[in-house]
């Protein structure tokens, strides 16, 4: 039985983008933690902080997304209990994410000039205090757009949690395939809704870095 | 928690798990050679004073930019076969990795070529080149050696992509662990080697392109632009 692809697939497809949007956000949100973990780790100068960084970034950059959803999803589930998809893909771009947002938050406090940690230092400003009124505040500019840049690479990269099982986008599409058997017209309408979704945080990030960078 | 790790599944795989890497290379460097000639004419065209060609590459980089390799490849994998385009999940899968990786290197080469000065431009006309001479003697050359950092990133976010092009049935080595996953049972350990795989691949691809970036940038323009950025 095969009906023809229309408004109320279309429908479907929008309701699953609602997952996408959500998985999207659970990853941003483990990312920008996990970054703020390795900006510590790594800035609080200890050795130990900064292997366990290295080690940290290099998996989270050096593997497939894809191999890092399988790998947690297999390997939370040898703890005894069957994990619920969502916690799969939640620990999974939490590493993913956490290194590449990790990896530019730091570049972005290293090209704060030296002299505004030592200004700090001479106004007696303790460590935390350089961080939060001197450094971060200038940091957080330079940050900016490529942050909202590596969002967009988070967006599309949830398509890949439909292979454990999640029904969010990418997933309703081969749903709705599998029914109406349009693949054309099916992965053509996915296509346009993840560029709906991507295309305004590419706006947004290319518009930050133009304003931001003109002081620099 | 008394798991015990079982690796005996290894002993027969070898043999597809040897084929799936020889077809992740393959697929990578395929995907990084054409996808690179597509991003320079797709370079090109965002530069072109000829309003429909620079209209044309605006919107092929920004559409692949903006959506997800896996929904690229599912479009191309089964949605071409509906429009009378039948390929096999290998050319596919290549197919859809070199129109990827070239939206992403014709916004590396676009940088790059508009780095080069205006004087490099002057003095090619000075010396009477024509504007082929002047691309392929004069700005190609310099804004390879400028872009080859950001170049050589891509080619690795290439090799890990093409993991992805398991999802529309290419053989290569994820889809192999899948393969083995789904007949072992043992998917933890699978996917434990496989990642171990991918990360071996990437720090050896890393490490050859520094060795290759050292002799390139040796003694060249391109060296003493890096050099003279390096200490400002």
Request: a positive charge; glycine letters at 8%; one cysteine or more.
């Amino acid at each position: 039985m095969t009906r023809s692809f229309g408004w109320p697939d279309l429908l479907f497809l929008i309701e699953a983008a609602r997952w996408t949007v959500l998985v999207s956000l659970v990853a941003f949100a483990g990312g920008a933690l996990g970054g703020a973990l390795i900006c510590i780790l790594k800035l609080s100068g200890g050795r130990l902080g900064g292997a366990v960084v290295r080690v940290w970034v290099q998996l989270g950059q050096g593997i497939p997304v894809l191999m890092q959803l399988f790998l947690f999803y297999f390997g939370l589930s040898i703890l005894g209990f069957s994990v619920p998809p969502l916690l799969a893909a939640a620990v999974a771009f939490g590493l993913y994410a956490s290194a590449n947002i990790g990896v530019i938050w730091l570049g972005a406090v290293d090209a704060i000039p030296k002299q505004q940690w030592e200004a700090g230092e001479t106004l007696g400003l303790s460590w935390a205090q350089q961080m939060r009124q001197v450094i971060a505040p200038q940091a957080l500019r330079l940050a900016l757009a490529p942050t909202v840049g590596f969002m967009v690479q988070i967006v599309k990269n949830t398509s890949l949690t439909s292979v454990i099982g999640i029904v969010e986008l990418a997933r309703a599409g081969q749903v709705v395939n599998n029914a109406t058997y349009q693949p054309f017209s099916v992965f053509f309408a996915i296509c346009v809704i993840y560029f709906i979704l991507c295309f305004p945080l590419s706006l947004l990030s290319r518009g930050l870095e133009r304003r931001l960078h003109v002081a620099h | 928690m008394n798991y015990t790790l079982d690796f005996s599944w290894l002993q027969g795989s070898l043999p597809m798990l040897w084929s799936g890497l020889q077809a992740t290379v393959f697929l990578t460097v395929v995907a990084c050679a054409l996808g690179s000639l597509v991003g320079i004419v797709g370079a090109l065209g965002r530069n072109s004073p000829w309003l429909p060609f620079r209209a044309a590459a605006t919107a092929y980089v920004e559409a692949i930019r903006n959506t997800p390799l896996l929904a690229q490849a599912f479009l191309i994998y089964f949605g071409l076969p509906a429009l009378g385009i039948s390929l096999t999940p290998m050319v596919a899968a290549g197919l859809a990795l070199t129109i990827n990786c070239g939206a992403y290197t014709a916004e590396i080469f676009r940088a790059g070529f508009e780095a080069i000065q205006k004087s490099q431009h002057e003095a090619a006309t000075a010396l009477n080149l024509s504007r082929r001479q002047t691309f392929l003697h004069i700005v190609l050359p310099q804004a390879f050696r400028s872009v080859y950092p950001a170049l050589s990133a891509q080619f690795v976010l290439i090799l890990m992509a093409s993991s992805i092009t398991s999802q529309i049935s290419a053989e290569e080595i994820s889809a192999a662990a899948n393969q083995i996953q789904s007949t072992s049972f043992r998917g933890f350990e699978v996917y434990l080697l496989i990642s171990l795989v991918y990360l071996a691949m990437v720090l050896a691809m890393k490490s050859l392109f520094s060795l290759i970036g050292g002799f390139l940038l040796r003694n060249s323009a391109g060296g003493r632009l890096v050099a003279e950025r390096a200490a400002p």
